[in-house]
Structures are given as structure tokens and as C-alpha cells.
């Protein structure tokens, strides 16, 4: 599985999870919003061990770049706030360090 769809998924995971929490404790939700939040978290956790990276750290750090231009996406899709040019510069710096920290030659 290619390291894009890992950290898309690992993302929309982790976000919907932390989203459940926020519903349920901030929102008033029902708690079984937090079980289904720790569930996604779970699975968030196991995507990221599907990383193509020797180095867990390496692979968490390129992951945050997609983490956050994956939370503005929610901000606009879920929450309905359209990001601003400052939320899409930001993004575009960070997925831009992802790329360097993920792609980046290494010595064999």
C-alpha cells in the first residue's frame, strides 16, 4: 500500500477519532461517540505501522505534514469553514517538509 493512502487514512482516522471526543465531551454527545472515537484512534495507530519507513519517528514526522492539510480539509468538509490563504500557505509548507523528510535520498 503506498505510503499516500496509508497517511490519507491513518489522517481521516485520527481526526474522525479525536472529532468523537470533541462531539462527546463538547458537543454533549452520547458516550458511545468516545468508544467509537477510541476505536478510530485504534485504527489510526495501526495505519501508521503500514508506513513504508524503517524509522517510526521519520515516518510520524512526514506524517504530521498530511496530518495537517487533512484537518483543514475536515475544517471546510465537515465543519464548514472555508480555509483562509494562510491555512493553505501553511499546508503547502508542511507537505512540503513531509515530502523531503519521506523522500528525501538516505545513505544505504
Known amino acids: ?10 489522517a481521516v482516522a485520527e481526526i474522525a477519532g479525536c472529532f468523537a471526543f470533541w462531539a462527546w465531551l463538547r458537543l454533549h454527545h452520547p458516550a458511545w ?14 495505519l501508521l505501522t503500514r508506513v513504508d519507513s524503517t524509522f517510526a519517528g521519520r515516518a510520524y514526522a512526514a506524517y504530521g505534514g498530511v496530518y495537517i492539510a487533512a484537518s483543514l480539509v475536515w475544517l471546510w468538509a465537515v465543519e464548514n469553514v472555508r480555509p483562509d490563504r494562510w491555512d493553505i ?16 535520498p538516505r545513505p544505504a
Open 89 to 104: 500557505t501553511g499546508a503547502v509548507v508542511c507537505l512540503t517538509g513531509a515530502a523531503i523528510i519521506l523522500l528525501g
Open 33 to 46: 461517540w468516545a468508544a467509537l472515537g477510541m476505536i478510530s484512534l485504534a485504527l489510526f495507530a495501526y
Open 1 to 10: 500500500m503506498s505510503s499516500i493512502l496509508v497517511f490519507t487514512g491513518a
